[in-house]
Structures are given as C-alpha cells and as structure tokens.
C-alpha cells in the first residue's frame, strides 16, 4: 500500500510540473515513446526536470498519456555534475539513485524486478535536448508484471 501511495504522490509532482510547463511538450520540443508489454505508446506530454543540491543531481523524466493510466516517470540521482551514464537498478553505480514507475489507474507501481536508463546526452536549458533510453519490468500490485521496453526520450531540459 505505501507504495502505491508514494507513487501517487509522484504522479502527482509530475502531472503539476507538466501543467505548470504549458501541459507537456509538443512534438517540436518533446519526443518520448516506448512499449507497454509490446504496445507502442506515444505521450501526450513529456518533461525532463534536472536539480541540484548539496552535490548530488536529480534528474525527473515525466511520459504522460491521457488519462493518467500508463505514464511513466524515471527519476535518477547522481553525482554533480550530471553526466551521460548508464543507471542498472540491478548493477548501481556508487552515488546513483534510479526509479522508474508505472500509472495503474489508481496509483502507482514502482520497479520491483529490472530497469535500465541510458542517458546518452544530458541536454542543457535552452540549448542540446536530454536524449537516452529507458527499460523496466514493474511488479504489479497486487500480482503480475508490465514490461517497459524500447523506451526512448529526447526532451528540452528544464531547471
């Protein structure tokens, strides 16, 4: 049940960043696709959020689709400054931080078993976009899996 709160609660963030931003990106300014256990899937909205504090980096991927069921939000965290690497939630370097969450209708479900993002290009504001790629297999709750695959971005960064 936490969870499922927690990932709510970063659906939430989410959605309130993409609407703040013009509700999401259009395709000029916003690419993002994958497959959603083999079913392609293009957002509606994207936005990529890069913080820093006390050392360390966050970097937030926001993929919405309509009516919430089905985004994807990645959030990684890494040493400043931020640069191109691969996050392995299996294999996680020292210092790095990944999540990966799933829109079920009613909250979230949070990466149980695998995920993999590749940020090939960090991006800047107002210049170069955030670019990678991005798998995941979610546990389901209350049973099952979803697999995340082919997941691509290439996103304007925000600050």
């Known amino acids: 049940m936490s969870r499922v709160l927690a990932g709510a609660v970063v659906f939430a ?11 999401g990106a259009g395709a000029s300014r916003a690419q993002m696709s994958w497959m959603d256990d083999g079913v392609p899937v293009m ?9 820093s504090s006390s050392g360390g980096d966050s970097l937030r991927i926001d993929g919405l689709t309509p009516g919430a069921a089905g985004s994807v939000t990645i959030i990684l965290g890494a ?7 691969t996050f392995d939630c299996n294999q996680l370097a020292s210092g790095q931080t990944v999540l990966i969450s799933h829109a079920n209708g009613t909250g979230f479900d949070t990466t149980d078993q695998s995920c993999k993002v590749v940020v090939t290009q960090v991006g ?5 976009p955030l670019m990678g790629t ?7 709750t209350p ?5 995340i695959s082919n997941g691509v971005f290439n996103i304007a960064l925000q600050m």
């Open 124 to 128: 800047k504001v107002d210049g170069p």
């Open 79 to 85: 040493a400043s400054p931020f640069a191109p690497q």
């Open 13 to 23: 963030i989410g959605l309130s960043l993409n609407c703040a931003s013009g509700g």
């Open 134 to 140: 991005f798998e995941a297999v979610i546990s389901l």
């Open 143 to 147: 049973s099952g899996s979803k697999t």
């Open 43 to 51: 957002p509606f909205g994207a936005d990529a959020t890069l913080t």
